[in-house]
């Protein structure tokens, strides 16, 4: 039976460790997120991202815009929070309405207060060779977490499943660094199982596939990053927990995994960009 990765524990912990680094700094943390029209888990992720920074000890603001909101809108909201000395980060919750200029917005926020590491400036140091960028939020959590459990992926076959520039990229770029030898599969490979039957190292970041344990290398690490609901409402992940658990060596549950290890990564971001810019 596989050890079940408790991001819980590990979340609280992080941020009872943040809250003494907050009382360090003169001025408390404050984060700002923009969270643009009536999406039902954004909404809910960012009352979550309230509850966790005060927790920290991070003072937490909410625009809230309509669903009507333009390009430009969004972009004057984020040029206001980048000119404004009280506000340390800034957070655009994803998805924004499909007619808005996603790339455009996340580039408007200043470098220095971009707490997910969403901008092309950030991305492109976090696929260079320094270390001077922002791990993206969820990366950062899974980081943490094989960090908790003394998982080593060096030499490892890493399977990435999904291919998005918040998840699949920068944790394949992350994965990579520490030499794990990666692979990113997608909705377009074919004979996913060959991939993840050799994978030492998966991470499922889907929302949409169901990974069986017959599918699975016994003792491998199965990092779940998938939200799906199944037909009575309950949250699963994108594995099949059943019978993952008694294949895999360590599996993190849904909920209770990689989802609290995002909000660590992202308060951690929050100090992280404060004591920076200081
Ligand atoms: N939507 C889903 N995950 C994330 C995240 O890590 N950051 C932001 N801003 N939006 C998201």
């Known amino acids: 039976m596989a050890v079940i990765m408790d991001g819980i524990a590990l979340r609280n912990r992080i941020l009872n460790e943040l809250k003494i680094r907050v009382d360090k700094i003169s001025q408390k943390p404050k984060l700002v997120a923009v969270l643009v029209g009536n999406d039902p888990a954004s909404q809910i992720y960012v009352r979550n991202k309230e ?36 506000v340390n980060a800034i957070l655009v919750q994803l998805p924004l309405p499909k007619h808005i200029d996603t790339k455009t917005v996340l580039n408007t926020v200043s470098e220095t207060k971009d707490v997910d590491g969403f901008t092309d400036t950030n991305i492109c140091k976090m696929f260079g060779s320094g ?32 291919r998005s520039d918040i998840v699949g990229k920068p944790t394949a ?20 199982s060959e991939y993840t ?12 596939i169901k990974i069986t344990g017959d599918i699975i290398k016994p003792g491998c690490v199965l990092l779940d990053v998938g939200m799906q609901r199944d037909e009575n409402g309950k949250l699963h992940g994108d594995c099949d927990f059943e019978s993952c658990e008694k294949i895999a060596g360590y599996i993190t549950p849904t909920p209770g995994g990689i989802g609290p290890m995002t909000i660590a990564g992202l308060m951690e971001n929050v100090i992280d960009i404060t004591e920076k810019n200081m």
């Open 197 to 208: 039957r050799n994978a030492d190292i998966i991470v499922a970041a889907t929302g949409k």
């Open 131 to 162: 270390n001077n960028y922002i791990i993206p939020c969820t990366p950062r959590g899974i980081l943490e977490i094989l960090d908790e459990y003394k998982i080593d992926v060096a030499g490892k076959n890493a399977v990435i499943i999904g």
């Open 173 to 192: 770029m992350m994965l990579l660094q520490r030499n794990a030898t990666v692979t990113i599969c997608h909705s377009k490979t074919q004979n996913l």
């Open 51 to 86: 509850k966790f920074a005060e927790i920290a000890g991070i003072e937490t603001d909410v625009i809230r815009m309509p669903e009507t909101s333009s390009t430009n809108d969004v972009i004057s909201i984020i040029e206001k929070l980048n000119d404004d000395k009280s």
